[in-house]
C-alpha cells in the first residue's frame, strides 16, 4: 500500500507515477481521497483499517481473482485445464490429467491451501476467506453452509441452523 500526500503540483506527479508503476507490475489500483464525496454525497469515512481496506477492496470481483489463482495454480503444476472445462469439474479434469480427483484435491491442499492458511503475514479471517475461495472455486458444492435435522428430546426433527463444516 502507498500512501501520497503533498503539494498539489507535487501530490499529481507523484500520484500518476506511483499509479503507473502499480499497473505496470499488475497490482490491483484504487485511488482513495478523504477529500472527495462519494456517489451518495458522503466522504469516505478512512480513519479505520477496516473500513479503509473496506474502500479500496470494493471494487475487486473476488471470485474472478479466485478463480484466477485456481487456474495459475493449475497451471504452474503442470495440470492440464482443457479449453472450455469448468474449475469446478473435478473429475474431468482428473481424467484429464490421468488422475484421481482426489488425488488433485489432496495436492491442492497440501501445496496451495495449507500453506495460504499458515501464512501469518495475513490476518486469521483473511486466509480462511482466501483459502475457501479458491476451494470454492475446484470444488463449490462441498463448500456451501447447509442446514443439517436437529432433535431435541420429545420433539419432531426441525431445522437447525448451524452449517455444516465439510
Not at 58 to 81: F, M, T
Not at 111 to 137: C, K, M, N, W
Request: charged share 25%; hydrophobic share 35%.
Amino acid at each position: 500500500m502507498r500512501v501520497v500526500s503533498g503539494a498539489p503540483g507535487t501530490l499529481e506527479t507523484t500520484r500518476a507515477a506511483v499509479l503507473e508503476s502499480a499497473r505496470n507490475a499488475g497490482y490491483f489500483v484504487a485511488e482513495l481521497d478523504p477529500g472527495q464525496p462519494d456517489a451518495a454525497g458522503k466522504r469516505p469515512d478512512l480513519h479505520r483499517i477496516d473500513r479503509m481496506f473496506l474502500a479500496i477492496t470494493r471494487g475487486v470481483d473476488w471470485k474472478v481473482w479466485a478463480a484466477e489463482q485456481a487456474r495459475q495454480y493449475l497451471h504452474s503444476r503442470g495440470i492440464y485445464l482443457a479449453e472450455g472445462r469448468q474449475l469446478d469439474d473435478l473429475d474431468g479434469i482428473a481424467r484429464d490429467n490421468g488422475r484421481e480427483p482426489q488425488d488433485l484435491l489432496n495436492q491442492y491442499q497440501s501445496e496451495f491451501a495449507t500453506p495460504l492458511l499458515r501464512d501469518h503475514g495475513l490476518s486469521v479471517e483473511f486466509r480462511a476467506a482466501i483459502t475457501a475461495l479458491g476451494r470454492a472455486q475446484l470444488i463449490p458444492t462441498r463448500c456451501r453452509p447447509r442446514r443439517r435435522r436437529c432433535c431435541s428430546r420429545g420433539s419432531a426433527a426441525a431445522p437447525c441452523r448451524a452449517p455444516l463444516r465439510p
